[in-house]
């Protein structure tokens, strides 16, 4: 079974600050996808990376994929109240429809 | 475009009482998951459709829980009989060809 380690596991900070979110593995994804879950909701996908050392923004958010597909990172730049909620990584092991392996999540709070 | 449905979203239940939840996915996705998710916890896949045969079902315990997708469309996860320890998230997610998963809001399944 593949595990995925998440850190920090929770981070509070305040608004306009910047944060790094990890995610490692000892294990090889064939993809990585993020998302981002609110109280009383289900997980929303942010993005999914495949590609060993693949770089995508969303607007204030940029996502890394290591260069052997085992670890991944979350970058916030000036953090807003919005952002705060829990983020999840999952990876998938192989290609097409495996079920993912989530991490357990990183607890982010941005005070105003 | 419809997101994935899920129903009731809240269930209280008493121990040894069966309970079911509803799942109809996005129009289209062949594939389907039902995961698990406790508190603080990432969701952990019970098990995956690909239409209407379950091709994934290792993680499902059979003895109290039975999942159906008879048309290959919306599908039931059903618990006979609920256990205290029971108590959590049951997400439902689709995906098209199994790139992305997309997941619905959860029952949150309460057992007294």
């Known amino acids: 079974t593949q595990l995925l380690e998440q850190s920090p596991q929770f981070l509070s900070i305040q608004e306009g600050e910047n944060l790094t979110v990890y995610c490692n593995s000892s294990?090889?994804?064939?993809?990585l996808q993020w998302y981002r879950q609110e109280p009383g909701e289900g997980p929303v996908l942010l993005v999914t990376?495949?590609?060993?050392?693949e770089v995508k923004k969303l607007k204030r958010l940029t996502f890394q994929f290591g260069d052997a597909r085992k670890d991944s990172s979350l970058h916030i730049t000036a953090a807003q109240t919005g952002d705060t909620g829990l983020y999840l990584c999952?990876?998938?092991?192989?290609?097409?429809?495996?079920?993912?392996?989530f991490g357990k999540g990183t607890h982010l709070i941005i005070q105003p | 475009e419809a997101g994935v449905v899920q129903s009731p979203r809240y269930k209280i239940i008493e121990k040894k009482q069966p309970v079911a939840f509803w799942c109809n996915p996005i129009?289209?996705?062949?594939?389907l998951y039902w995961y698990l998710q406790n508190l603080g916890q990432g969701p952990e896949l019970l098990i995956r459709y690909e239409n209407e045969e379950a091709v994934d079902d290792s993680q499902l315990p059979k003895d109290r829980f039975s999942a159906e997708r008879l048309k290959g469309v919306d599908s039931t996860l059903k618990i006979q009989p609920a256990e205290l320890g029971d108590s959590a998230v049951y997400l439902c997610a689709s995906s098209f060809e199994g790139y992305e998963q997309f997941f619905g809001p959860g029952t949150r399944l309460t057992v007294l």
């Open positions: 294990s090889v994804f064939s993809s």
């Open positions: 990376v495949v590609t060993g050392g």
């Open positions: 999952a990876g998938a092991e192989g290609g097409g429809a495996d079920g993912l392996t």
């Open positions: 129009s289209g996705h062949n594939t």
